[in-house]
């Protein structure tokens, strides 16, 4: 459907289809069937933000933080 107004064509898909994957992982889905690169590359990036670790993190950071 071509409207001027929801924007192009060619970017609703695989938008749609990153935004239905990360609603998915947010809620606890392991196992996505993808079909747009450009949607995996964006779920895959997201998933490598979220666990991504910082090594600079003390072990007891989470310790320090809870007794504030």
């Not at 997201?46 to 504030?68: G, H, S």
């Amino acid at each position: 459907m071509k409207d001027d107004a929801i924007g192009p064509r060619e970017l609703r898909g695989p938008l749609w289809e990153a935004t239905t994957a990360t609603m998915a992982l947010l809620s606890g889905a392991e196992l996505f069937m993808m079909l747009h690169p450009a949607a995996i590359k964006i779920v895959k990036e997201l998933v490598n933000t979220l666990f991504e670790r910082d090594e600079k993190v003390e072990a007891n950071a989470y310790d320090a933080w809870v007794r504030m």
